[in-house]
T-cell receptor, first 115, second 117 residues
Framework: LAKTTQPISMDSYEGQEVNITCSHN???????ITWYQQFPSQGPRFIIQ???TKVTNEVASLFIPADRKSSTLSLPRVSLSDTAVYYC????????????????FGAGTRLAVHP | DGGITQSPKYLFRKEGQNVTLSCEQN?????MYWYRQDPGQGLRLIYY???????QKGDIAEGYSVSREKKESFPLTVTSAQKNPTAFYLC????????????????FGDGTRLSIL
């Protein structure tokens, strides 16, 4: 059973870089690591996805070591609007059937950005 | 704009009543999903469908039912058998990776909040 472990909460200040690390065991060999952001009373929003090494887009970077047992989401120069819950997701090999790896949503990391 | 529309935003259920939550997508995605979220918790998978006229149970399917008669629609019925239905319900869709069989990013609606009267 694939399981992710993230810090329950983090605090930061505007303009700082924030790094959120996720540990994951039993990740499927063909599966991506995906991060989502969720604001209160809204659905999660896709941030970034990667398989290995480093991925960067306009809002974040994702660092994945060679063993793929962890990943780190990096948010550069956060603002107040980045206050949200961040989820790290991987597939669950137990559910690998018919081409679908069920995503495992943990409790996420609550990031609070202060002025 | 393409996206997922969930309705209603708020819903109230009486004892012994079945209620249906609507989910429509115009993203031309094959796969659709229903999740339940309780306060302070992550999302738990109720049902998912990879193709029209086919769907599979997730972790917490008891007390729920779905149908997938059209590609763009995946309604969820919360039956009277679901004894603790108060939660935030989220619908999502994604393309299906037929080559790598890997997870593709899911696009979520803005949810329906269901409460008991």
């Amino acid at each position: 059973l694939a399981k992710t472990t993230q810090p329950i909460s983090m605090d930061s200040y505007e303009g700082q870089e924030v790094n959120i690390t996720c540990s994951h065991n039993n990740i499927a060999t063909n599966d991506y690591i995906t991060w989502y952001q969720q604001f209160p009373s809204q659905g999660p929003r896709f941030i970034i996805q990667g398989y290995k090494t480093k991925v960067t887009n306009e809002v974040a970077s994702l660092f994945i070591p060679a063993d793929r047992k962890s990943s780190t989401l990096s948010l550069p120069r956060v603002s107040l609007s980045d206050t949200a819950v961040y989820y790290c997701l991987v597939g669950d090999q137990r559910w690998f059937s018919g081409g679908y790896n069920k995503l495992i949503f943990g409790a996420g990391t609550r990031l609070a950005v202060h002025p | 704009d393409g996206g997922i529309t969930q309705s209603p935003k708020y819903l109230f259920r009486k004892e012994g009543q079945n209620v249906t939550l609507s989910c429509e997508q115009n993203l031309n995605h094959d796969a659709m999903y229903w999740y339940r979220q309780d306060p302070g918790q992550g999302l738990r998978l109720i049902y998912y469908s990879q193709i029209v006229n086919d769907f599979q149970k997730g972790d917490i399917a008891e007390g729920y039912s779905v149908s997938r008669e059209k590609k763009e629609s995946f309604p969820l019925t919360v039956t009277s058998a679901q004894k603790n239905p108060t939660a935030f319900y989220l619908c999502a869709s994604s393309i299906r990776d037929r080559v790598m069989d890997s997870n593709q990013p899911q696009h979520f609606g803005d949810g329906t909040r269901l409460s008991i009267l």
